[in-house]
């Protein structure tokens, strides 16, 4: 059954209630060439030829020209365009003419590290590399094999973990390498913002300054799925310029891509069906009309649970043709299901992100995403896994009851037309420049520090005050008590410290929560999820920074509630619109953990509610904030309508509409409304960056923030709820119960400020 015809059949079931509500039809595309500025190697191109491959696609072409110019190259285009051949070519092209050449591939995930190996070598062994110079670096790889991975490898290929970890702190072991590296590769460049993406940028700048302390100079290529600003975060990862690629060449067979949104259960209440269950459903369909599929589910107790009730809905005969696939799994268990599902074995997979980036599992012809992943980016990275190579593919994009899901069932055109996201990082945030300074003085003491951008003088100046770094002759060193920095620096977020998360009824370390995240995730009565299992926490122990956690079933899980007081340390910038003032500025948010929700899993419902006793947090960021409009809340009065209420409502739905502008996720933002703020006397709309230090958010939002005022003003207005929901102006994380929120005045003020 063809992706047309599918569609048909589910129009005509009894649980179809009108869910789709738009469908996109994207049309084929015949393949587009490209011509080479100058020829490949001889063998280079019969391997080509013998490879089906007789011409490359013009984005391909137009890459290797820039790259082969001495230019540094990102390529943004869709899933499975192939540009992993732009860097393999290269790559091999340099190897052919330049015995001594080598190369690093930077991926980030172990598995697809892995994937990558297996077509590199599928390619290039033992034609140009013997099996020994082609070799991944990362925690899995064998002690035994290390050492000649290090005499031999010409293309290495790790992870942003290992090389922290692993590779810079031991950069002699690897003279040979860093003294004869061409290019170096920074794959799914898009996955390197926010947290990570500013330690990632950090952790090259400690690259860059081995290789020359080496003597190389590397080239750098970059591949990234379609985003906003691809040259701009390939020059802000680097601090280097870059050439961008963005045209497509490659062929593909026609789409259909269906926004489906749950069915009201009360559309007064704007409460509507659960996307897991709306999942079930259409997976069960696939399956029963041999339709190969990919579910993706937000979180790993999700994926198993979409799995499960499938596996319930269809017949004995169909049940065992779909599994789940997610981390946490070994890597043998995952190996198995991709030969399983490569060789027609599996019908159908739910999975979790590990699935999103390029890892090949063979051809799809549907995918459902079940719920927005974040961002468009991610959206199409998941979409674009069916359709590789097939006439005709199909895909859903199921909606949850929040804010941006629901934005987008409403405002398809935004979804389809152009790329708003921005990838957003700050590297000279001081809680993750610090720790890399450090990590780069005990990997060679520190006489090129500008490499590390604005901030670093001051840097120095506190990790010299703080005891960790001495200056002797114009070069900074660790101090004597400092021992392999590199182990204290968690590169996926801001600080370094940890609490423990204890098993105790083994007493067995589990995994370690970062410190600023505790509070959120292993509080007292929380439900933490470790590779599929629940664990209840009974105890979080302040002083040893320690968890203990018992595992336990439960059919629910735990969602904090939060108060927050904000108070503006320095206006950095501020700017008129339409008549409304707008800031941009620093503020110490103070936030307390005040109970938490219990959720049923699968329906979202709301089972019970907790209390919890535990400290302030406070912590530097950055914000922008808005003046509101006097003739605005003369108007709510003079309505009867409640101002802090419509204040409330506009910072819900301002946070819920922001990530799609910005590539980031609903927990990076925080914000704090108050129709008086002591340090401006006026009613204020605060939005902040969620992360000490800040990493460009509110910068982002200060940037766009009439474009965010209009998107917020259209979500409210198109919500058919009458008092507002989880759809509009509602949050989970409310602190105060979503309490007061008055839809009517939020209406209000977004017009005012939109004049």
């Known amino acids: 059954m063809d992706a047309a015809a599918f569609l048909h059949h589910l129009i005509t079931l009894r649980h179809y209630k009108q869910q789709i509500v738009h469908t996109e039809y994207i049309p084929s595309q015949d393949a587009i060439f490209g011509n080479l500025d100058k020829p490949l190697h001889p063998d280079l191109r019969a391997r080509l030829e013998s490879s089906g491959m007789p011409a490359l696609y013009h984005h391909q072409a137009e890459a290797l020209n820039a790259i082969l110019a001495g230019k540094n190259v990102i390529v943004s285009t869709p899933s499975a365009s192939g540009k992993s051949l732009c860097y393999h070519l290269a790559t091999l092209e340099a190897i052919l003419n330049d015995k001594d050449s080598r190369a690093v591939y930077i991926f980030p995930t172990k598995a697809l590290a892995q994937d990558q190996l297996r077509s590199l070598k599928e390619f290039a062994c033992p034609e140009f590399l013997s099996e020994a110079a082609v070799a991944t670096f990362d925690g899995d790889t064998p002690q035994t094999e290390r050492a000649s991975i290090k005499r031999q490898a010409r293309v290495l290929l790790t992870n942003p973990d290992m090389l922290h970890l692993g ?6 072991s690897w003279s040979r390498l860093f003294r004869h590296l061409k290019y170096l590769v920074i794959d799914e460049a898009h996955v390197y913002r926010g947290v990570f993406g500013s330690h990632m940028a950090n952790i090259l700048r400690r690259l860059r300054r081995i290789c020359g302390f080496y003597g190389s100079n590397p080239q750098f290529i970059c591949c990234s799925a379609t985003i906003a600003n691809p040259k701009e975060h390939a020059q802000n990862l680097l601090d280097l310029p870059f050439e961008e690629i963005v045209g497509d060449g490659s062929p593909h ?61 269809l017949p ?3 049940s065992g043709k779909i599994s789940p696939y997610r981390a946490g799994y070994l890597p043998r268990d995952r190996r198995q299901i991709e030969r399983q599902f490569l060789n027609g074995e599996l019908l159908g997979l739910v999975a979790t992100t590990a699935l999103e980036l390029g890892i090949d599992i063979g051809d799809l012809e549907a995918t459902v995403l079940t719920g927005y992943p974040g961002s468009i980016a991610s959206a199409w990275q998941q979409a674009g896994r069916s359709g590789r190579s097939m006439d005709s593919s199909l895909s859903f994009f199921i909606a949850q009851d929040n804010p941006l899901d629901q934005y987008l069932m409403r405002n398809p055109d935004f979804f389809f037309g152009k790329n708003f996201d921005n990838a957003l990082i700050n590297p000279n945030n001081p809680h993750i420049l610090k720790p890399h300074l450090l990590c780069a003085a005990w990997e060679k003491p520190l006489d090129d520090e500008k490499l590390f951008g604005a901030g670093v003088d001051t840097a120095l100046a506190e990790l010299e005050q703080e005891g960790r770094l001495r200056k002797h002759q114009k070069r900074w060193y660790p101090t004597p008590a400092i021992t392999y920095p590199a182990q204290d620096v968690n590169i996926r ?82 700017k ?25 899993q699968f329906t979202e419902e709301v089972v019970g509610e907790e209390p919890l006793d535990l400290p302030p947090q406070s912590f530097p960021t950055t914000s922008f904030w808005f003046d ?49 703020h002591p340090d401006t006397g006026k009613a204020e709309i605060f939005i902040y ?67």
């Open 316 to 318: 004995p005969s169909l």
């Open 253 to 313: 067979g026609e789409k259909y891509f269906a926004f489906w949104n749950p069915p009201f259960i009360d559309e007064a209440k704007g409460s509507r069906h659960s996307s897991n269950t709306e999942a079930t459903f259409l997976l069960t369909e696939l399956i029963q009309n041999n339709i190969r599929s990919l579910v993706f589910a937000r979180s790993r107790k999700l994926t198993e649970l979409v799995y499960i009730y499938t596996q319930g809905q």
């Open 628 to 676: 509101l409009p006097q003739k605005a809340v003369a108007r709510i009065a003079e309505a009867g309508f409640n101002l802090r209420g419509g204040l409330h409502a506009c910072e819900h739905a301002s946070i819920g509409v922001l990530p799609l502008f910005a590539l980031c996720d609903r927990n990076d933002i925080g914000g704090v409304s108050t129709s008086f």
């Open 167 to 172: 590779v810079l702190p031991n950069h002699q």
């Open 576 to 600: 008129d619109c339409r008549g409304v003032k707008v800031y941009l500025g620093d503020v110490d948010v103070t936030t307390t953990v005040v109970g938490f929700k219990k959720k049923r």
């Open 493 to 574: 977020a801001t600080s370094g410290e940890n609490y423990a998360v204890i098993d105790v009824s083994q007493g067995r370390l589990l995994e370690t929560v970062e410190a600023s995240m505790a509070f959120f995730q292993i509080h007292p009565g929380a439900i933490y999820l470790h590779q599929g299992e629940s664990y209840l926490i009974t105890e979080l122990d302040l002083a040893r920074h320690t968890a203990a956690a018992t595992l336990t079933s439960v059919n629910y899980y735990t969602q904090t509630k939060e108060i927050t007081d904000l108070k503006v340390v320095k206006i950095a910038k501020e």
């Open 689 to 755: 960056d969620a992360y000490p230090g800040g990493i460009g958010i509110a910068e982002k939002g200060f940037e766009i923030v009439e474009t965010l005022w209009q998107a917020t003003l259209r979500l409210i207005e198109e919500c058919p709820c009458q008092d507002g929901c989880p759809s509009c102006i509602q949050s989970p994380k409310c602190g105060n119960n979503n309490q007061p929120l008055d839809k009517e005045a939020a209406v209000m003020l977004l017009q005012a400020l939109l004049g």
